[in-house]
């Protein structure tokens, strides 16, 4: 079966790094963009990050552009997200997200504060 798994997420200090990854199976990978979400606690879910099947296309969120790097490894079916320089209002459940046509799979999110 399809599973979307989320990993790295904890309590980090304004300034500071954390790097998600995102271990995916039973889907073929390589086919798929990938997309990082994120939900702030009372707020929609927005998009932080995205990259095409072959990473030939990145595309990021205004509010973290410079600070965040996603990546990818087809090999290895797993995605990653960067993140440096954090800060409070990146706080958030953080979503991993695999699409392709009508093929839509999402993780079950992973908790990132950001707090002193």
């Known amino acids: 079966q399809v599973q979307v798994v989320e990993s790295g997420g904890g309590l980090v200090q304004p300034g500071g790094s954390l790097k998600l990854s995102c271990k995916t199976s039973g889907f073929t990978f390589r086919w798929y963009n990938m997309g990082w979400y994120r939900q702030r606690l009372g707020e929609e879910r927005e998009l932080v990050a995205n990259?095409?099947?072959?990473?030939?296309?990145?595309n990021y969120a205004d509010s973290v552009l410079g600070r965040f790097t996603i990546s990818r490894d087809n090999a290895r079916d797993t995605l990653w997200l960067q993140m440096n320089d954090l800060r409070t209002e990146d706080t958030a459940v953080y979503y991993c997200?695999?699409?392709?046509?009508?093929?839509?799979?999402w993780g079950q999110g992973i908790q990132v504060t950001v707090s002193t």
């Open positions: 997200n695999a699409r392709s046509g009508f093929y839509d799979h």
């Open positions: 990259i095409s099947s072959s990473s030939i296309r990145i």
